[in-house]
């Protein structure tokens, strides 16, 4: 039962270009959403987060976006930089469970080409 | 400032033997978490801990234990590998009663063959 899905495996774009990373998930009462970045070799490091309080969260060249409604969230990078390829992880957490647990998705890996 | 360590980096095993693999964090924080990572299925959450002496299974945990005897330790063990748990393990750390992110180590790339 995947509770967090990103459907698009890889992602290719163009330096300068927007590049848009989209993750789904199920259950209504997750509420806080996460985006980690992964370079080979190395563990995933926290990129930009937001509260389901809230329906954007900025941060320089990168915009989390969420809509509830449709249980969907978004990452935007712009511009894109060949420097931002790299395997981009949503991660969802539901405040007030026991443990604490954070649930990952898939993961979208990004190509920026020069 | 290490953050998480994780012990060893690289390892092979033969089917059926065992292992121990170490987290150590040195930031303090409550919460500890195992996750695999393996092509086309994301971080796996196997065990997490909220907290020492205090274990719970995630999404994964067949044919693996763990302990938290001390705060800033989190083990994960192999009784008896199977080649399906050839994985890249990651380890992560988080602070307990704040929504903040977790910190992650390196990770171990496991063979089992």
């Known amino acids: 039962d995947q509770q967090v899905k990103q459907n698009s495996p890889s992602l290719s774009v163009q330096e300068g270009r927007i590049s848009i990373l989209n993750c789904d998930y199920t259950?209504?009462?997750?509420?806080?959403f996460l985006w980690y970045k992964k370079y080979p070799a190395e563990g995933p490091t926290f990129l930009i987060s937001?509260?389901?309080?809230?329906d954007k969260n900025e941060d320089g060249r990168f915009t989390v976006f969420l809509n509830k409604s449709a249980k969907h969230l978004s990452l935007h990078i712009v511009p894109s930089q060949p420097g931002d390829s790299a395997v981009y992880f949503c991660a969802v957490y539901l405040r007030g469970t026991s443990y604490g647990k954070l649930t990952f998705g898939q993961g979208t890996i990004l190509t920026v080409h020069p | 400032n290490a953050g998480v360590t994780q012990t060893p980096k690289f390892r092979v095993l033969k089917t059926g033997q065992s292992m121990t693999l170490l987290c150590a964090q040195d930031m303090n924080h409550e919460y500890m978490y195992w996750y695999r990572q393996d092509p086309g299925m994301g971080l796996r959450l196997i065990h997490y801990s909220v907290g020492e002496g205090t274990t719970a299974k995630g999404e994964v945990p067949d044919g693996y234990n763990v302990s938290r005897l001390k705060k800033q330790n989190f083990l994960l063990g192999l009784e008896s590998a199977a080649p399906s748990q050839t994985s890249v393990y990651f380890c992560?750390?988080?602070?307990?009663?704040?929504?903040?992110?977790?910190?992650f180590g390196q990770g171990t790339r496991l063979t089992v063959v």
């Open positions: 937001i509260s389901s309080i809230k």
């Open positions: 992560a750390s988080r602070l307990q009663g704040t929504v903040t992110e977790a910190f």
């Open positions: 259950n209504s009462m997750f509420d806080y």
